[in-house]
């Protein structure tokens, strides 16, 4: 009998693609990072218990094209600046992917808020374009002149803050309470240029991140970079402090405030 795709995988086929995902190369990405303080209450809204602010009200946008044999992918990620027993990193709100296959990995392990979205780095002579948008709209756009190349920096060290979770069938919370992940990210950059510029916020009621104005910029960079990361669960955290939160990671909230309709048998 011809073999059966949706079967079990042999052993020696699961060690084979853990292998593989452990003998990963560098893969290295060209990114804009801008960085500017915000509005401190409009932070401190958005960040679910038990995260807290930090000392400064700091937004990160990252905007990254990575050239993956035959994947090309472009990244992204909209995080603010939070704390958590004792340690300082980010909270993402929105991380827009352009391909399905860069959102399953982050999503289902980490609990990262990736959504499918056009994410584009642009470079023509010392012009610099990056977006991130969805539904048609560019709601986060960064644009400008880069200038003298910036000393390297040593490898580094970011954290960010994840909530895993899966909502309850009967749309009532969640099935389980959820986890707080702390994700690690070991970072080496080859080259970094500074760029003289803008970030522009444009509406959406999908990513509101207008929410968080420039009120302060402080940097925006070009380069090129790698990091690997790790993640573990740190503790569980109320489910019901958590749900105010949620919709969030979600373009519309009644998928996980309503309870689903009845489908027909092998419906989506």
Partial sequence: MAR??????????????????????????????????????ALAAVLPPPLKPTGRPLVRVNISKVDLPGYPLGAGSF?????????????????????????????????????????????????????????????????????????????????????????????????????????????????????TGEVVLRESVYDPVADLPVRELHDITIGEKTSDQRGKVVERVSGEALLPYVHQRYDDPHQVHDAPPPSPEGSA
């Fill in 79 to 195: 995080a603010v600046a939070a704390s958590h027993g004792g340690v300082d990193g980010w909270y993402p709100l929105v991380m827009p992917m352009t391909h399905e296959r860069a959102l399953t990995g982050g999503r289902e392990v980490f609990g990262e808020p990736k959504k499918l979205g056009e994410v584009t780095v642009e470079r023509d002579g010392d012009v610099v374009r990056a977006r991130m948008a969805r539904y048609g709209i560019a709601f986060v756009e960064v644009r400008g002149h880069a200038g003298e190349p910036l000393p390297l920096p040593e490898p580094s060290r970011r954290t960010d803050f994840y909530f895993k979770f899966l909502p309850a069938v009967d749309g009532s919370g969640f099935d389980a309470d959820p986890v707080l992940v702390h994700c690690v990210r070991n970072e080496r950059v080859r080259r970094l240029e500074h760029v």
């Fill in 4 to 41: 059966v795709r949706y079967g079990a995988r042999t052993e020696e086929e699961l060690a084979a693609a853990r292998t593989a995902s452990a003998r990963l190369p560098d893969i290295w990405s060209t990114g804009v990072v801008a960085l500017w303080e915000t509005d401190p209450d």
